[in-house]
């Protein structure tokens, strides 16, 4: 029973986890901040803005003994969403429960094969939806080959990849997509693990014991749990039949879950209590196929960082299910269930399909590099947005029962949310430069750096497993950047697909709105003289581009001519492209919490551009006193996720382009 947490700094985040412990949670789930999980320190300029704000920023390993101060490792089961810098944070983690073992007087070595945990490490799903990668699929294959061959042989209790499908989900996938990506970046690992030679072919069960999954589940509580009894017999199939593993036991599929939180609403949020209610039955009810570990997203997710009392909630709903309920007294309540049977059947059909079109390009690498599987992703969230807007598919509170009373929960918004202290950053960036320069001042310290900098750019290029280098550097001091920017030096770093340029966008014309948005666009670019352009662009380190996509990808049905450059980029590269594509709209997408500091960047570029006619817009998890601020500072325009109506939005795009062009606010007919 966990609840993902982690803000701000290593020391609060700690106190975070030991009153949830208190509380009666039984793991930990370690969330991370964005420079932590892509390669940087707090003080690199990249990291402006995203530090403290999803996560705890972990720069060295002083931070690490800070996050676990009095929480004995050897004893607990702690899970780290970490992916690209996964090597990096399971080499620090080791060493602080080596440190814990010594100052205790136990032996550091049987702490280490103690230590029971997750990283989730699981490259691919990034460059489909989470966008924390560094590297190119091929060296970040190499990096999760190395951690599973060190785990197997040394810490035989971890799972050293959490293949997610969680992300999928949340990124659009259909359940048989979810389920197919999931068994195609299992059999990548798998099959690189097996090729590499570093684990004898007949412990290679051990292996396949360790692959752990984390999934989805959303609020189609009967798709969603047949979808878990798919996993449980394709995952039995594959391990028996491609890698030949007897063991019945080392062929369970073990997954965790988080519930939906693409489901989550703004609009009315206490509907979201139910929701998650109902996503947990999905994975505990049928025994056959039961998570091993829940974790809950809170309520009020959809409108900024939960408070620990709203986290306590979604621990107490685990517990009541558990304790006070009689669900785990009895056998599988659906064997036997002729539609649960037919269910699975169909989803199993489906996904062994498409797990095959991706065998066929070559593998989940290949079909990452080409753009296959993010554009299948982008195309089918679109797909799914157009069924909400047409309310086939209803989501109570947002397009159909919009009608409510008061919410007492949400009087004052202000306080409905966990805010990050202003000064984090600066605190953050000043100790980590603090680290450093003590560090650096001894002079044996200063060589022991240099030296486990340089062993890890060699086994690098050498083809070395790079757990040693990396748990070397994690002694010394090395700080996540220096570790992050010696292995950029040696792999280089990589751009994947957006998927927008392939996607279905809208069939058939779309509908009447749609039809109505696209006249008044090509309506107002006769008016001009040109076509209408929009810049839609993620600044920072906030990889989550699902909205983004789907905004392009709508723009571009309504007739714009659509500039979109993919995800992390800096407020100087936005205004850059913004004057070079002379954009009549700029859209920016944020939803990790940085866009107070980096919208006012933008809009202070684009007018020493001479660009500040140029109207901006912001979408994301914005509070409303945020929302008042941006305004107040220039920006045209705030979407939040209650704003689900994409061809509203694009026809506020040409009512706000007209109105900085000096048009008339009539609605214009084409010529």
Request: aromatic residues 6%.
């Amino acid at each position: 029973m966990r609840t993902y947490a982690g803000h701000s700094s290593a020391v609060a985040s700690n106190e975070l986890y030991r009153r949830n412990l208190a509380k009666g949670q039984t793991g930990l789930s370690v969330a991370f901040d964005l420079p932590t999980q892509t390669g940087y320190d707090p003080d690199h300029p990249l990291a402006r803005g995203e530090v403290g704000k999803v996560g705890v920023p972990i720069s060295h390993v002083g931070d690490m003994r800070a996050l676990f101060d009095q929480i004995p490792l050897s004893q607990m089961n702690t899970s780290m969403t970490i992916n690209a810098t996964a090597m990096w944070l399971l080499a620090m983690y080791q060493v602080v429960a080596e440190e814990q073992a010594l100052e205790a007087g136990d032996d550091a070595a049987a702490a280490v094969r103690a230590l029971g945990g997750t990283t989730q490490n699981d490259i691919i799903k990034e460059y489909l939806s989470r966008g924390t990668y560094v590297f190119a699929p091929g060296p970040s294959l190499r990096l999760i080959t190395d951690m599973v061959a060190y785990t197997v042989a040394e810490i035989p209790k971890w799972n050293p990849i959490n293949i997610c499908s969680y992300h999928l989900q949340e990124a659009g996938a259909t359940p048989v997509q979810e389920i197919a990506y999931a068994m195609c970046t299992a059999i990548a690992v798998l099959d690189a693990v097996r090729d590499s030679g570093q684990v004898p072919p007949e412990r290679f069960g051990e292996v396949v014991a360790r692959i752990s999954f984390f999934v989805n589940a959303g609020v189609r509580f009967v798709e969603e749990m047949c979808k878990m009894r798919a996993f449980v017999q394709l995952w039995d199939e594959l391990t028996l039949e491609r890698y030949g593993v007897t063991d019945p036991k080392q062929r369970r599929f073990r997954y965790g879950v988080q519930v939906n939180s693409l489901g989550l609403t703004e609009a009315q949020p206490e509907n979201n209590v139910q929701r998650i209610v109902l996503e947990m039955l999905a994975v505990t009810l049928s025994k056959d196929a039961r998570a091993r570990a829940v974790q809950l997203p809170a309520w009020n997710e959809a409108l900024g960082l939960p408070r620990p009392w709203d986290q306590q909630w979604s621990l107490r709903m685990q517990q009541v299910l558990a304790f006070e309920s009689d669900l785990l007294e009895y056998d599988d309540l659906f064997a036997g269930s002729a539609v649960v049977e037919t269910k699975v059947a169909e989803l199993v059909a489906g996904a062994k399909a498409e797990i095959d079109r991706v065998q066929e390009l070559g593998g989940a690498v290949p079909a990452v590099e080409s753009g296959y599987m993010k554009s299948a992703l982008v195309a089918s969230h679109s797909l799914r947005r157009q069924r909400i807007e047409a309310g086939e598919d209803v989501v109570v509170g947002v397009n159909r029962f919009e009608t409510t009373e008061p919410n007492p929960l949400t009087a004052d918004l202000d306080t409905a949310i966990q805010t990050v202290d202003h000064d984090v950053e600066a605190k953050a960036a000043a100790a980590v430069r603090a680290w450093r320069e003590e560090r650096d001042a001894q002079p044996a310290s200063r060589e022991r750096v240099a030296a486990a900098l340089d062993r890890l750019r060699a086994d690098a290029r050498s083809g070395v497993n790079l757990m040693a280098a990396s748990i070397e550097a994690a002694r010394a001091g090395v700080t996540t950047g220096e570790w992050s920017q010696a292995l950029r030096e040696e792999f280089g770093e990589f751009r994947a697909p957006t998927g927008v340029s392939g996607s279905v966008g809208v069939a058939s014309g779309g509908s009447d709105e749609l039809r109505a948005v696209r006249a008044q666009v090509r309506a107002t670019g006769e008016e001009l003289g040109e076509r209408l352009r929009v810049l839609v662009a993620k600044p920072g380190l906030d990889g989550h581009s699902n909205g983004a996509e789907q905004v392009a990808v709508r723009a571009r049905d309504a007739g714009f001519e659509v500039v979109y450059q993919g995800i992390r980029l800096t407020p100087e590269q936005i205004v850059a492209a913004a004057v070079a594509e002379d954009v009549h709209l700029v859209g920016i997408s944020i939803l990790s919490g940085s866009h107070m500091e980096l919208v006012p960047q933008i809009l202070a570029g684009l007018r020493e551009a001479g660009a500040g006619d140029v109207p901006v817009i912001v979408g994301g998890i914005i509070p409303d006193a945020d929302a008042r601020a941006l305004r107040d500072l220039g920006v045209a325009a705030v979407f939040t996720p209650k704003d689900f109506g994409l061809n509203e939005i694009m026809g506020r795009f040409v009512s706000l382009i007209r109105e900085a062009r000096g048009l008339d606010q009539r609605t214009p007919q084409p010529a």
